[in-house]
């Protein structure tokens, strides 16, 4: 299994910024896991969780047209982290966002996916 802890959410005013981390970790005993993919997706009540922007392990990113030019995705291979910077944010911005890991066990070609406990994003003046 793996556990994924998020960190970096909170209030700000329209216009500015934030910067959120998930850092990966895994806690089942005897195993070895590759991490395909790593992102970030959203969700408001009444509305359907959506993907912001995912990134793979060879750097190949995917970014929702709503956040284009203003959020960047990276990652962090060694660290098992995948950040999300978060510019000229606006007030539909406003969710709680969570963070996804696909991960393949070494020497399988099945996928897992994980996620996070989702952290609160409020742009608000």
């Known amino acids: 299994q793996v556990q994924l802890v998020e960190s970096g959410g909170g209030l700000v005013q329209p216009g500015g910024s934030l910067s959120l981390s998930c850092v990966a970790s895994?806690?089942?005993?005897?195993?070895?896991?590759?991490?395909?993919?790593m992102g970030w997706y959203r969700q408001v009540p009444g509305q359907q969780r959506e993907l912001v922007a995912s990134?793979?392990?060879?750097?190949?990113?995917n970014v929702a047209d709503s956040v284009k030019g203003r959020f960047t995705i990276s990652r962090d291979n060694a660290k098992n982290t995948v950040y999300l910077q978060m510019n000229s944010l606006k007030p539909e911005d406003t969710a709680v966002y969570y963070c996804?890991?696909?991960?393949?066990?070494?020497?399988?070609?099945?996928?897992?996916?994980?996620w996070g406990r989702g952290t609160q994003v409020t742009v608000s003046s």
């Open positions: 895994p806690v089942a005993s005897g195993r070895t896991f590759s991490i395909i993919t």
């Open positions: 996804n890991v696909v991960v393949t066990p070494v020497k399988t070609t099945h996928a897992i996916n994980y």
């Open positions: 990134i793979t392990s060879d750097g190949r990113t």
